[in-house]
């Protein structure tokens, strides 16, 4: 079965609120864990990653933080901005393997 | 420098034709991944080249899709006797390494099977 979920599968808020979306993992040999945003019409693209050895990640409004105990990560996004409307993915290594398998992606939707 | 590109960016072909799609990878790029995204939905894995290995084919939905990399640059990625059910857009992506370094996708193929 599918070793990557993703939640929420849409996600609605208001500029400036925050977003978190998370992201469960099965194989704990896993240990490189993207991001990627996708406008629409357009290719995906890394905004963040983190490795196993660290638990979180920052770059400006964005985050990512990991627990390797739960087996899941999480992206954060402050200060949401209309700009930031995309679908994103999460991606983990496939089991046994370093193929990235990606999450079914979360549709953000911030409202002006 | 250039990125991944995909040729070509459209292709509309009739169901029961053969089709075939490019990719150009980053240039020094040992990993390249196919992949299938339907409307709205996620990134389905078809395939995956890494240096001189065999490829992991492990993703592909059937024997009609096959794909090659040729002096592990360029790879084209063929679907034969083309159904609608194939329409989606194909993705390529190619990386320095494996899976533990950056994605860097193409532009994709749109493919329509009338």
């Known amino acids: 079965g599918e070793n990557v979920e993703q939640h929420p599968s849409t996600l609605s808020v208001q500029e400036g609120d925050s977003a978190v979306i998370k992201c469960t993992y099965s194989?704990?040999?896993?240990?490189?864990f993207p991001w990627y945003k996708q406008e629409l019409g357009k290719r995906p693209q890394l905004i963040i990653d983190?490795?196993?050895?660290?638990g979180e990640k920052k770059d400006q409004r964005i985050a990512v933080t990991l627990n390797k105990t739960a087996k899941h990560f999480s992206l954060h996004i402050t200060e949401t901005q209309p700009e930031d409307s995309a679908v994103y993915f999460c991606a983990a290594p496939k089991r046994g393997s370093y193929i990235p398998t990606f999450g079914r992606g979360t549709s953000l939707i911030v409202h002006p | 420098g250039a990125g991944v590109s995909q040729s070509p960016s459209n292709k509309v072909t009739e169901k029961g034709k053969d089709v075939e799609l490019r990719c150009d990878p980053i240039?020094?790029?040992?990993?390249l991944y196919w992949y299938r995204q339907s409307l709205g939905q996620g990134l389905e894995f078809l395939i995956y080249f890494q240096g001189n290995s065999a490829p992991d084919k492990s993703g592909l939905p059937s024997d009609r899709f096959s794909a090659e990399r040729t002096g592990g640059s360029v790879s084209t990625l063929t679907i034969q006797r083309t159904q609608q059910e194939d329409s989606a857009v194909y993705l390529c992506?190619?990386?320095?390494?494996?899976?533990?370094?950056?994605?860097?996708f193409g532009p994709g193929t749109r493919l329509l099977v009338l």
């Open positions: 194989d704990s040999a896993s240990n490189y």
């Open positions: 992506a190619s990386s320095l390494v494996e899976g533990r370094e950056t994605q860097y």
């Open positions: 240039s020094g790029h040992t990993a």
């Open positions: 983190i490795r196993s050895n660290v």
